[in-house]
């Protein structure tokens, strides 16, 4: 069995610093992933947010969580185009030709994924301070952040292996981010649920992008996350869940 390959894990590391390297050495996937989060926050801070009421005096606090998860979204969509092209270039079957764990190279796409989303999201942060962003949060409140944002980035990433194994061309791998990029817009990330028309409300309040944004707003303010934070948790482990499953099934299939 593969799980008892005591080489699986040196093979991985090996895969994620081979992805890693392609990473550092075109510096603009990271930059070009943080522009358009950046864009948006400076849109609607300084342009939009003195007419937006939130019931907080400062709107990028308010923002901020949802733009992390934009970013995100935006990262994931690099993780299916380089998974596309490895397989396009038969990249996979020569690895598959060597004597190492067969999932290794699609594991070291993933933790890729992981990382150069987590340096992305680090950028964000650094940029909110630099708007008057401050948190009350303690330690242990900024670990459950990360926490959830590493969730949602693992439950994202498989969804993308399944975009980047499945596409049938370079456009295709990367347009399934679209409609993630997009449903912040229709959550609580930007304005309260309680300003928008009642159907709106309806699919903003029951969407998975608003209990994660609410649970990270309120971690990050020091405030009493509530049920939050576990219907987050539940909808990050759901996706996670069916998406790797899936994943791994079409990895399979054509590995086969």
Not at 231 to 239: E, K, M, P, Q, R
Request: glycine share 8%.
């Amino acid at each position: 069995m593969e799980a008892t390959n005591s080489h699986f894990f040196s093979d991985m590391s090996i895969m994620l610093g081979r992805s890693m390297r392609h990473i550092f050495r075109s510096m603009d996937t990271i930059i070009t992933v943080a522009i358009t989060p950046i864009a948006i926050m400076l849109l609607f801070v300084y342009v939009f947010g003195g007419a937006i009421q939130t019931g907080m005096d400062n709107y990028v606090n308010y923002l901020l969580p949802g733009i992390l998860l934009i970013t995100i979204a935006s990262g994931i969509a690099y993780t299916s185009y380089r998974l596309f092209m490895d397989m396009q270039r038969g990249i996979f079957e020569r690895f598959h030709s060597m004597p190492i764990a067969r999932s290794a190279p699609l594991w070291g796409h993933v933790l890729t994924s992981l990382v150069s989303n987590a340096i992305s999201v680090v950028v964000i942060i650094l940029v909110g301070l630099l708007m008057g962003f401050r948190s009350s949060a303690g330690v242990l409140s900024w670990l459950a952040v990360a926490g959830i944002l590493g969730l949602f980035t693992l439950a994202l990433t498989w969804v993308a292996v399944i975009a980047g194994l499945s596409a049938k061309s370079v456009d295709g791998a990367g347009a399934f981010a679209y409609p993630l990029i997009f449903l912040p817009f229709i959550s609580s990330a930007f304005v309260p649920t309680e300003s928008m028309p009642p159907v709106v409300r309806a699919f903003a309040e029951n969407q998975p992008v608003t209990s994660i944004v609410n649970a990270i707003r309120a971690l990050l303010a020091g405030q009493p996350v509530g049920n939050d934070i576990w219907v987050a948790l539940a909808w990050c482990l759901g996706i996670l869940i069916v998406a790797y499953l899936f994943a791994m099934r079409v990895y399979k299939r054509k590995a086969a």
